[in-house]
């Protein structure tokens, strides 16, 4: 997810907490900044996809896997 107040990413973050290592990344766009809140890095492809189920269950339907 990605929010343009910190707080906002804060309060994320802190939620997303129990699912794994979470983590904010500020991102200077040209619509300003924003603050990404990332969980990761993931053992595997398994992890993720069901670290993204559990997420999804919990309410947050935006969530998805970013591959760097």
């Known amino acids: ?3 343009s107040d910190p707080s906002s990413a ?3 973050k802190t939620r ?3 699912f794994g290592a979470a983590r904010i990344e ?3 766009t040209q619509q ?3 603050y990404r809140v ?3 890095p ?3 492809e398994d992890m993720a996809f069901r670290t993204l189920a559990r997420i999804r269950a919990a309410g947050h339907d935006s969530a998805r896997i970013v591959v760097n």
């Open 1 to 3: 997810a990605s929010f």
């Open 32 to 34: 300003g900044m924003f």
């Open 42 to 44: 993931m053992r595997d």
């Open 10 to 12: 804060n309060a994320l």
């Open 38 to 40: 990332k969980l990761g």
């Open 26 to 28: 500020p991102a200077n």
């Open 16 to 18: 997303l907490a129990s």
